[in-house]
């Protein structure tokens, strides 16, 4: 069974801060990594993807990629209250297809 | 552009019910993958349809089906519904089915069990 981990939440940081979120993965064939964003209640929305090591930035958000330890994180810069949501790092998976990998989410909270 | 609809939003079905649920892909789109959403298992695959063909399924039991039409939109059942089946079921639509081809989530329809 292919996993993905995230860290453990809940994260709270206070309103301005460098949010973190880690996630690590068990397929090392992975070619394909994508962050969602889901508010309570709500369904998920895609924020970033990412496919070659390294950073990607996108306004506040970077992704960053290290495909030899299997490794993909998200940073949130200046962060907001209306950054406080569930983050779900998906991991597509190496052979053919379309299926994707899920982790089960790390709830941020951002405190003003 | 409109994003992927779902019907219906909520549903409450009995133990041994069967149940439909519908999803329209973003226009164009022609993958649409299904999801089960519980807060302990997360996120879990359940098929995926390209063409009116399903390519992949997840691990789940055979009570679990569904269908692509021509125009792209899908359906999926669930028959003889046990009350661990309560759980939001998410549909996402990509252009192309493909590991680096980002997907689209709807709403979801929440199913309730009792």
């Known amino acids: 069974q292919k996993e993905v981990e995230q860290n453990s939440g809940p994260l709270s940081v206070p309103e301005g801060a460098i949010a973190s979120l880690n996630c690590t993965y068990s397929?090392?064939?992975?070619?394909?990594f994508f962050w969602y964003r889901q508010y309570s209640g709500k369904s998920p929305e895609l924020i970033m993807s990412?496919?070659?090591?390294g950073d990607k930035e996108d306004g506040r958000f970077t992704a960053q990629l290290n495909k030899a330890s299997q490794y993909v994180s998200l940073l949130i810069r200046d962060s907001q209250p209306s950054d406080s949501a569930t983050y779900l790092c998906a991991v597509g998976e190496s052979n053919t297809g379309n299926q994707f990998y899920f982790g089960t989410g790390t709830s941020l909270t951002v405190i003003p | 552009k409109a994003g992927v609809t779902q019907t219906p939003r909520y549903l409450i079905k009995t133990r041994g019910q069967q149940v439909t649920l519908s999803c329209s892909p973003i226009?164009?789109?022609?993958?649409v993958s299904w999801y089960q959403q519980t807060p302990g298992q997360g996120l879990q695959f359940l098929f995926e349809y390209f063409s009116e063909t399903q390519r992949n399924k997840g691990n789940f039991p055979g009570r679990f089906s569904g269908r692509q039409f021509s125009n792209s939109r899908s359906e999926m059942n669930v028959s003889t519904l046990e009350l661990g089946d309560s759980a939001l079921y998410l549909c996402?639509?990509?252009?192309?089915?493909?590991?680096?081809?980002?997907?689209?989530f709807g709403d979801g329809t929440r199913l309730s069990i009792l």
């Open positions: 990412i496919y070659s090591n």
């Open positions: 397929d090392r064939g992975s070619q394909s």
């Open positions: 996402a639509s990509s252009a192309y089915p493909g590991r680096n081809q980002p997907q689209h």
């Open positions: 226009s164009g789109h022609r993958s």
